[in-house]
């Protein structure tokens, strides 16, 4: 299991305002391209910037949008992407 620390967050939490927080591990993705095709909100996209292997990895362009569904993560194969609850957002009384 990786640490939150070894994870790189897509959306840096001071910059989040959202309940959720999608966590990638950017190098796991083999850019199948399931978490931002199925994603029932849209809040993933295919980044425009590969990864060490060469792939695509999600980027979360409308994290506001997102309902914590972990759909994502259900769906990896790669285990590379992670839904977290925004703990900034629960200390500032965020529903
Ligand atoms: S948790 Fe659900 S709504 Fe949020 S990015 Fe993943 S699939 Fe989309
Ligand atoms: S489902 Fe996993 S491996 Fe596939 S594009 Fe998304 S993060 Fe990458």
């Given at each position: 299991?990786?640490t939150?620390?070894?994870?790189?967050?897509i959306?840096?939490?001071?910059?989040?305002?959202?309940?959720?927080?999608?966590?990638?591990?950017?190098?796991?993705?083999?850019?199948?391209?399931?978490?931002?095709?199925?994603?029932?909100?849209e809040?993933?996209?295919?980044?425009?910037?590969?990864?060490?292997?060469?792939?695509?990895?999600?980027v979360?362009?409308?994290?506001d949008?997102?309902?914590?569904?972990?759909?994502?993560?259900?769906?990896?194969?790669?285990?590379?992407?992670?839904?977290?609850?925004n703990?900034?957002?629960?200390?500032?009384?965020?529903?």
């Amino acid at each position: 299991m990786l640490t939150r620390q070894e994870r790189a967050p897509i959306v840096p939490e001071e910059e989040s305002n959202t309940k959720w927080r999608i966590v990638v591990n950017e190098d796991w993705c083999k850019g199948c391209g399931f978490c931002y095709t199925f994603c029932p909100r849209e809040v993933l996209e295919k980044s425009d910037k590969f990864n060490t292997k060469g792939y695509y990895p999600p980027v979360a362009t409308n994290i506001d949008r997102c309902v914590g569904c972990g759909l994502c993560e259900a769906l990896c194969p790669d285990f590379a992407i992670h839904v977290e609850e925004n703990e900034e957002h629960s200390k500032r009384g965020g529903k």
